[in-house]
């Protein structure tokens, strides 16, 4: 009996030591991916400005842009969905980009440099236009480069707040698309909240 006694009184001690000497797996420090129940809310911006010339002309937009700004969390995230389309302004000339559509989804505003070429979430399709008039619909790639830069300068008092991205296109002949012209194009995106 008395060792039973004994023996429940260190069973008894074990367990309570090994009761508040254990952590529970919630309480790691390791980070953890939390993903809210509800979608953010995306906010549509109060103006939305092309600037797209380049040399050879200009791009303006093909049917209407879908640009929205979740700006719950910082830096801002956006999601763009637009075509443009090329508008020379030399009669005659052929530019190799006739046209291309650009869509990202939940791109960081962090002033990082993106590369568009096919990742998860975002892409930049090109149709382009070889010097014989065929059209050629490629994605950006190593050969077709396409870099976007997405950033949230900080607003001066009394200024509403901005996303500035700058779009960077490169387009080179490869030995399938021969007869493409190599042009680049550079073109910028005011988002206003």
Same mark, same amino acid.
């Given at each position: ?30 980070? %953890? ?7 953010? *809310?995306? =906010?549509?911006?109060? $103006?939305? !400005?092309?600037?797209? +010339? ?38 005659? %000339? ?7 559509? *650009?869509? =990202?989804?939940?791109? $960081?505003? !962090?002033?990082?440099? +993106? ?47 901005? *996303?500035? =991205? ?28």
């Amino acid at each position: 009996m008395i060792l039973m006694n004994h023996s429940l009184r260190i069973l008894i001690a074990i367990l309570a030591v090994a009761a508040v000497g254990c952590k529970s797996p919630l309480d790691t420090d390791a980070p %953890r991916i939390e993903r809210p129940v509800t979608p953010p *809310i995306l =906010v549509v911006p109060r $103006s939305v !400005d092309f600037q797209f +010339n380049y040399n050879g002309g200009q791009f303006v937009t093909v049917g209407t842009p879908l640009v929205r700004v979740d700006t719950t969390i910082s830096p801002a995230q956006v999601w763009i969905d637009v075509m443009m389309q090329n508008q020379p302004s030399t009669p005659g %000339r052929l530019p190799s980009i006739k046209e291309f559509h *650009i869509k =990202v989804d939940s791109m $960081s505003a !962090d002033g990082y440099q +993106n590369d568009l070429s096919n990742r998860q979430g975002r892409f930049l399709q090109f149709v382009l236009e070889a010097t014989d008039g065929v059209e050629h619909t490629v994605f950006a790639d190593d050969n077709q480069e396409a870099k976007m830069l997405v950033d949230e300068p900080t607003p001066k008092p009394g200024e509403r707040r901005r *996303i500035e =991205v700058t779009l960077f296109l490169n387009v080179q002949r490869t030995p399938v698309l021969a007869n493409v012209p190599k042009e680049t194009a550079v073109g910028r995106l005011i988002i206003e909240l």
